[in-house]
């Protein structure tokens, strides 16, 4: 073979094999086959992650509302008394949240995890902010009354129907679906509540009989107020705003409480208890440093429960956060018997008990609920995949 001829030949099969290459590259990033990157997915990793972030958000409002009622209660036992300034602590610790607007995320995500083009108008967002803070300082003065004139126990245990409100509000504005664990959880909450304004004589409390049935309806409709406040929530997130990130909730909270606390100023001032905060804080029983603690305390574990609370509206639906704020029934009669030294009698045993089974229920059926999500989409997922490759 003539030298020429060999360098033709040369040359012709190095362009067969960068061909070749070429076209094994081009195989690669086009084949369905997992690379090592994809093959250390697991499907069960999102649903930790949404799990860890509902417990987080539980975790939150548990707690804070726990440790806000018990503080409730302890201030007008120690002789506090204005219902506005308890009143105005529920809203006032939102600046406190201010920081968090900083560090928040800036891209705001949908539950798909794309960002929308079209955004509410400010007309609309600041009407139903608007409307959300004056609906919330109305049932703040409500359940204001009821903790003041009932023990912390009976408070949390009557209100636990606020579960009960939420599921017939979201069946009519959510189209929630009542299954017979809910609605077997809904009417032993009820009769949880019920049972306790038929023993207003063993009650412990040194408050007339009048003032203990004003408490207890005072406290039912607060939570009727809140069960339809938070399924409007549900319905404004989902089809207004449509976002999920850290930062919209806490702008949330802000701007409702920011609403909330100014008419609560306009009503401390207008009905002249500004005039006497003085005197109730010289003459609080445990000191003028316990009082201001009281106060400011509360006001920061309110803001935990409202974050807790919004975020698992948002998370998850209206209803499972409600069931969350249940969960304080068995935690607020325990902790008012150690630190404020409530009676606990076999009425409100029995009503604790009925509510943790009420609440057990619900749970089951929100089990057998993911259950069956999770067995779809691992049903959906092979039929995909085999469509993929044909």
């Given at each position: 073979m003539k030298p020429a001829d060999l360098v033709i030949s040369n040359m012709g099969e190095t362009r067969e094999e960068q061909m070749q290459i070429v076209l094994v590259e081009e195989t690669k990033e086009t084949s369905p086959i997992p690379t090592n990157e994809n093959a250390n997915?697991?499907?069960?990793?999102?649903?930790?992650?949404?799990?860890?972030?509902?417990?987080?958000?539980?975790?939150?409002?548990?707690?804070?509302?726990?440790?806000?009622?018990l503080l409730g209660s302890f201030y007008f036992e120690k002789g506090g008394k204005s219902k506005w300034v308890a009143a105005l602590v529920q809203f006032a610790g939102f600046v406190i949240l201010l920081p968090f607007l900083l560090i928040s995320p800036k891209r705001p995500l949908t539950e798909e995890g794309y960002?929308?083009?079209?955004?509410?108008?400010?007309?609309?967002?600041?009407?139903?902010?608007?409307?959300?803070?004056?609906?919330?300082?109305?049932?703040?003065?409500?359940?204001?009354?009821?903790?003041?004139?009932?023990p912390a126990s009976t408070y949390s245990l009557v209100s636990a129907s606020q579960l009960a409100f939420t599921a017939l509000f979201s069946f009519f504005i959510n189209a929630q679906k009542l299954t017979p664990f809910i609605i077997n959880s809904l009417v032993v909450l009820l009769i949880?509540?019920?049972?306790?304004?038929?023993?207003?004589?063993?009650?412990?409390?040194?408050?007339?009989?009048?003032?203990?049935?004003?408490?207890?309806?005072?406290?039912?409709?607060?939570?009727?107020?809140?069960?339809?406040?938070?399924?409007?929530a549900?319905?404004?997130?989902?089809?207004?705003?449509?976002?999920a990130t850290f930062g919209v909730i806490i702008k949330l909270i802000i701007y409702q409480s920011l609403i909330a606390s100014c008419a609560m100023v306009v009503g401390l001032f207008a009905s002249g208890e500004w005039k006497g905060l003085r005197k109730e804080m010289d003459d609080y029983e445990s000191g003028k440093v316990s009082y201001v603690m009281t106060l400011v305390w509360t006001a920061i574990c309110w803001q935990l429960s409202s974050i807790g609370s919004v975020g698992l509206i948002f998370s998850v639906s209206s209803l499972f956060s409600s069931v969350i704020t249940t969960l304080t029934i068995p935690i607020v009669p325990v902790g008012a018997a150690i630190f404020l030294h409530d009676k606990m009698n076999g009425i409100k045993v029995m009503s604790l008990l009925l509510a943790i089974w009420g609440f057990v229920s619900y749970m089951y059926q929100h089990y057998l609920e993911d259950f069956k999500s999770r067995n779809e989409t691992a049903s959906v997922a092979p039929e995909d995949s085999s469509n993929e490759r044909c």
């Open positions: 997915y697991h499907p069960a990793v999102p649903l930790v992650q949404k799990w860890l972030k509902i417990g987080l958000y539980s975790l939150f409002g548990l707690s804070g509302a726990s440790v806000a009622t960002q929308r083009p079209n955004k509410p108008s400010a007309i609309l967002l600041t009407s139903i902010y608007l409307s959300f803070g004056v609906f919330q300082a109305g049932g703040s003065l409500l359940s204001i009354v009821g903790l003041q004139y009932l949880s509540s019920v049972l306790l304004v038929v023993n207003t004589s063993s009650t412990g409390s040194s408050v007339s009989k009048g003032k203990y049935i004003l408490g207890f309806l005072c406290t039912v409709a607060a939570s009727a107020s809140s069960a339809l406040m938070v399924n409007l549900q319905l404004f997130y989902r089809q207004v705003l449509k976002k």
